[in-house]
Each structure stands twice: as structure tokens, then as C-alpha cells.
């Protein structure tokens, strides 16, 4: 990964964006081009939710003296990052030991953010894929990867950080996130608050990063969608909770079962009781023509494809949902895997739970 | 009724089946009570009664009458099971324990007899969940004997202020001491803790005291970890009558008004601690 120096480099093309700093708050380090300095924590960032807001595109073509005048700034409007906030700070809330998002940005294409947890309640990870187009988040997007080939960045961050940048950046005019190299390597999160006067407030986060050597990228690629046997639309998510919520206080594994007459069932069962939830009229999706679907295609409508997951997965996964999806559908791979799917708008969330004996 | 529908599975086998229309309804009664795990339940054509005991020395019942459910078909003078009662209270609020105004979960109570789980089948918004307890043999509950005849010492008062003296009772004192008596101080609760001693007089011409009829001095102190169960049933009621008889048993009787304003009963007995003093 080529050294990031921003001070050299005039155009855009190391950098996702750049800002260019007005006159900070007297205790903030000085800023210029390139050496944005880290600032403690505590400022406050907003992001503005108005997809009206102004965009301006301004280019530096010179060295920051220090007099206003002569920079340029270049602003930068992200028009869904308060979805992102919403939903790391879900997951960061929920006391899950999510170890590291892995953001791997695509050149021009996507923006994918993928939540491992490493450790969490088992041995076997689940995963949670977010992937969104950046085209419909930011006004500016430039990227230079590793190598032509390879026109990608693999990053991994602490998600309390990054969320509690953003978190902060609710209410900014805008906001830029560019990949510097203080220290090390950084996510710098740099947003423009709306302050009472003329002079406007910049607050800059330096949120620390790994970077991920090519030869790992294996790893964290988007995860394929399986060969699932059934594919439903999720029931309301707010019922699920409710219904998951009392019977994990009843058993520690639950069976989902579904089929293609948009039936899906919820099951538990113990020595003590036995419980079962009957969701109807839920509708399948249409998959189309790609391959996935073949193994459903011939599949009677009426039988059942089921697996056993451990119920504290299926919560937590429930328990983030602060974002009503626009759609929500399940792709359950008979005792395999069950491929949760969120779509907000332009964002979609992926979370795969595997099934237990 | 979708719910009608699932009842054919189960045949006419069935002994008794209750249903109502708002499940809350029973599930906040039974709450009342839910200080052990198992609950004996009693279905009579009058209603239903559960009962709930602790060592012996304290029992809860929760009177449920037949006219509160929807339907209420027994086909015995007395059927009786006992079940989990923190289960069946995870199954009967199984969409969720929040009211949310003009949605409600429906319930249908099944039981087939001696042998068979308890069938709850509830209904919201078009979702059904199936929910199978397995029963066992119920057992005997105490007959505390607490004659209304012998009842040597009555006050009825207004839930409202006694829920106040609940919730600040002092958990550091082993026991609760109730004193009635036809002179001061009338009506006494008292404490003895870490801290001090707490006295809550309630003088007998008080606006709260709806009924004062003591005949006789008397001083009796319970165990506080016995009682303080009691303060659910005291927090959903609206009026609480307490009652002692000769042997100083304790009999808390609470007036519960449920969502539709019906009227069921709670009642508590506890015995006397072992060191009563009886003046």
C-alpha cells in the first residue's frame, strides 16, 4: 500500500476526499493540508439528513497558508451516513464483542462493510455483511487502491470509534472521510459544524486503522449468496424481537422453517414446553434467473426447509434493528444456514447464522 | 375466531377450554403471584383459582371467575394441574409484554385431562403461536383454616397509600409487624432494621381507611422475605383488606380491576414468625 502523504500530493486520487480545514477552535492543533492532527475526542460532528443540501466542489490548488482566502475547500455531502450510524451504533450498543469492521472499498463501485465477530458466544463466527453504493452516499469518491489490478483498500477499525465519530457527526453540514497516515494509518473523519456565525466549526476525528495486506483479502471478501432451498420475506421485525425475546427465556435453540407458500415457523422446543410461532402470507422473493434459485425451483411449495440456530444469534441480530429495512427476507439452506438480508434504500445488510446440531 | 380452528387438532377431548379475548387479562393476575415456579391451578364452572406456595408458612391465589373469560367450558366439577408458572407467563405474553391501544393478544386455554400438556393457543395480528406446557400431578394446597368467623381484627384500606409504605419498607428487617387494635395505634406497620426502626401508622378515621372493625389488641410479625411478594398484588389492586384470626395468621385479600374494569381477587395468607407476641 503506497504511503499516504497528503502534503505532496495535490490531486485527490490517495485520499476519498479531502477537506479543507476553515480556522479551527483555538485548542485544536493547526491544520493544513494533509496533517490534519488529531483532536480529542468530545468535539461534536453533524451530518445533515437533508438530501437538499448544498454541494460545493471545490479543488485545492495550493498549500494552506493559513489564510482562509486562499484555500478551497471542498465539501463533501454524505446523504445516508446517519443509516451507518445508526446501525454500528446498534451493534456497538448491544455489548456484542464485534472485534473489527472491515470496510473494503471497492474502486467506484461499493462500499462494503463487513462486521466479524471473532469471538462471540461460540466458537464458530457469524458474519454481517453491510454493502451499500457509494455512488448514493457520497458527492465525491476517489480511490486508488493497491494496485491497478486490484483497485481496492482493505481496511479493519474498531466499530466504537468509528461509530462515536459518526455518532457525533449527526447534524454536520458535511463531512469527509479520507484515509491518512499520521502515526499510522488513519480513517480521518473531518465535518463542518453549523454554528451561529459566519465561521464555521471544523472538527476532525483520527480514527485508527489496520491496514489488511492483499494476500488476507481472501478472507473478507462479500460472502456469495448460498444455494439456499427456501427463500421468504422476514415477518415484521418488531414481532420476531418480541416472540425470540420469551423463548429464549425458554430454550437455548430455536428451529426456523419456511417454504415457498410464504409460510415461516418458529420453534422451540424443551422438556418443559414446547412453542411454536406460525407467520402466513409472508411471500417469497423472486429471485430471477440466477443459479441460486435452482435448487428451489422444482421445490413443493408446501415442505419445509428448516435449521437449528443457537437463539441468542437470531436476537442479537434482531436487537439491532433501530432502521426499519425497506425489505427483509431469509434465505434458509436446509440445516446449513440461515442468510438473513436487509434492505434499506441503498444499503443492505447480510447476516448469516450457521445451525447447530 | 382463527383461534377456533385449532381446536380440532385436539378433538373433543378436551376437559376444560377458557379464551379470552385479551390475554392480559390473565397474564397480569398470575404475575401478581409469580414468586415460585410452579403454580397449582384449580378450574371450577365457577372460574379459575391458582395457587402458588412458599414454604409452607405463605400462599397466593389468584381468583379468575368464569364470567371474565370469553368462554369458559368445563366439562368436570373440578379439574387441576399444576405447571410452571414463570412458562406459562413467558408463553401468555409471547408477543411481547408492552400494551400497545387497540391491539391485543387472544388466548385460547386448552386442557385434555390427567396426562395431557396445557394448550395455550394466542392470536395477534394475524400471527398464532402454538404453546404445549407440560402438566403435572397437582398438589394438595394448604388450608391455612382461616374461618371468617374468627377473624379477630379487619381493616379495608385504599391500595394507594399502602403501595407507598410497600415500596419503602426496610428489606434490612427480617420481619414486617402488623399491630391492629381498637385504640392507637389503630393500624401499624413496622420495621426493624440497620438502620432504625420505621413505624406506618394509618389511624382508623383516616380517608383511606374504607373499613375498621378491630375487636382486639394484637401484635404479629411475619417474615419480610414472605411478604414482600405481596407488594405485585398490592401495586395492581385498588383496594386491600387485611385480616388477622386468633392464631394471628395473616390473610391480605387485594381488589384487582383488569384492563376491560372487570374485578378478580387476590389473596395472600402468611403465618405469624415464630416469636408472636400477643398482648
Not at chain 1, 125 to 130: A, D, K, L, R
Not at chain 1, 253 to 274: H, P, W
Not at chain 2, 91 to 112: D, E, H, K, Q, W
Request: negative net charge.
Amino acid at each position: 500500500m503506497a504511503e499516504r502523504n497528503q502534503t505532496t500530493d495535490r490531486t485527490l486520487s490517495h485520499a476519498i476526499s479531502w477537506q479543507i480545514s476553515q480556522p479551527l477552535p483555538a485548542d485544536c492543533e493547526e491544520t493544513c493540508f494533509g496533517q490534519l492532527r488529531s483532536v480529542t475526542f468530545g468535539y461534536c460532528l453533524h451530518i445533515v439528513h437533508d438530501v437538499q443540501c448544498v454541494r460545493r466542489l471545490q479543488i485545492q490548488t495550493t498549500e494552506p497558508t493559513g489564510d482562509a482566502k486562499s484555500q478551497v475547500n471542498t465539501f463533501l455531502w454524505i446523504p445516508h451516513l446517519h443509516l451507518l450510524t445508526a446501525k454500528l451504533t446498534a451493534w456497538t450498543t448491544c455489548k456484542v464483542t464485534l472485534n473489527i469492521i472491515l470496510f473494503n472499498i471497492l474502486a467506484c463501485k461499493r462500499l462494503l462493510c463487513s462486521l466479524v465477530s471473532a469471538l462471540y458466544l461460540s466458537n464458530k463466527p457469524f458474519s454481517i455483511c453491510v454493502v451499500f453504493d457509494q455512488a448514493n452516499f457520497f458527492d465525491e469518491y476517489q480511490l486508488e487502491g493497491v494496485a491497478p489490478d486490484a483497485n481496492e483498500i482493505c481496511l479493519e477499525v474498531t466499530p466504537e470509534n468509528l461509530s462515536r465519530a459518526l455518532r457525533t457527526s449527526q447534524n454536520a453540514k458535511c463531512v469527509k472521510i479520507k484515509l491518512t497516515k499520521k502515526h499510522c494509518p488513519c480513517l480521518t473523519l473531518v465535518a463542518e459544524l453549523p454554528t451561529l456565525s459566519s465561521v464555521s466549526r471544523v472538527v476532525t476525528h483520527d480514527i485508527p486503522v489496520d491496514v489488511i495486506p492483499r494476500r488476507l483479502w481472501h478472507d473478507f471478501k462479500e460472502p456469495r449468496m448460498p444455494d439456499f432451498d427456501v427463500s421468504i420475506y422476514l415477518p415484521p421485525l418488531k414481532t420476531m424481537k418480541n416472540v425470540v425475546d420469551r423463548m429464549k427465556n425458554l430454550s437455548n435453540f430455536l428451529v426456523m422453517e419456511a417454504n415457498l407458500n410464504g409460510e415461516m415457523n418458529l420453534k422451540i422446543e424443551t422438556d418443559l414446553v414446547s412453542v411454536t410461532t406460525h407467520f402466513k402470507d409472508l411471500g417469497n422473493p423472486p429471485w430471477g434467473d440466477d443459479g441460486s434459485q435452482g435448487r428451489s425451483q422444482s421445490r413443493d411449495p408446501e415442505v419445509m426447509a428448516h435449521t437449528r440456530v443457537d437463539i441468542r444469534k437470531l436476537q442479537q441480530f434482531l436487537m439491532g434493528q433501530q432502521v426499519n429495512p425497506s425489505k427483509a427476507m431469509c434465505n434458509i439452506v436446509h440445516k446449513r444456514i440461515i442468510h438473513l438480508i436487509l434492505l434499506h434504500e441503498d444499503v443492505s445488510l447480510q447476516y448469516f447464522i450457521p445451525a447447530v446440531a | 375466531m382463527p383461534l377456533s380452528t385449532q381446536s380440532q387438532t385436539e378433538g373433543d377431548n378436551y376437559v376444560l377450554v377458557a379464551s379470552l379475548d385479551n390475554v392480559r387479562n390473565l397474564s397480569n393476575i398470575l404475575k401478581a403471584i409469580t414468586f415460585k415456579d410452579h403454580a397449582i391451578f384449580n378450574a371450577t364452572p365457577n372460574g379459575l383459582k391458582v395457587t402458588v406456595e412458599d414454604s409452607k408458612c405463605l400462599q397466593a391465589n389468584a381468583f379468575i371467575q368464569a364470567e371474565i373469560f370469553q368462554e369458559f367450558t368445563i366439562k368436570e366439577d373440578s379439574v387441576g394441574f399444576q405447571v410452571n408458572l414463570t412458562v406459562l407467563l413467558d408463553c401468555l405474553t409471547i408477543f411481547g409484554g408492552s400494551t400497545v391501544p387497540g391491539v391485543a393478544t387472544a388466548l385460547r386455554m386448552c386442557y385434555n385431562g390427567y396426562g395431557y400438556p396445557l394448550t395455550l393457543f394466542l392470536e395477534e395480528g394475524g400471527v398464532v403461536t402454538v404453546c404445549k406446557i407440560n402438566t403435572q400431578e397437582p398438589e394438595e394446597p394448604i388450608d391455612f383454616e382461616f374461618c371468617s368467623t374468627d377473624v379477630t381484627n379487619k381493616v379495608i384500606l385504599q391500595s394507594e397509600s399502602l403501595k407507598e409504605a410497600f415500596s419503602e419498607l426496610d428489606m434490612t428487617s427480617e420481619v414486617l409487624q402488623i399491630t391492629m387494635s381498637p385504640s392507637q395505634p389503630y393500624f401499624r406497620l413496622s420495621t426493624f432494621g440497620n438502620s432504625g426502626n420505621a413505624h406506618y401508622d394509618y389511624p382508623k378515621d383516616s380517608d383511606i381507611m374504607e373499613l375498621f372493625q378491630c375487636t382486639k389488641t394484637q401484635t404479629n410479625r411475619y417474615k419480610m422475605s414472605l411478604l414482600k411478594p405481596s407488594t405485585k398484588a398490592l401495586a395492581l389492586s385498588c383496594k386491600v383488606s387485611v385480616r388477622t384470626d386468633s392464631r394471628g395468621f395473616l390473610s391480605l385479600q387485594y381488589l384487582v380491576r383488569n384492563d376491560d374494569g372487570q374485578i378478580c381477587f387476590v389473596e395472600y395468607y402468611c403465618c405469624p414468625d415464630e416469636e408472636v407476641e400477643e398482648e
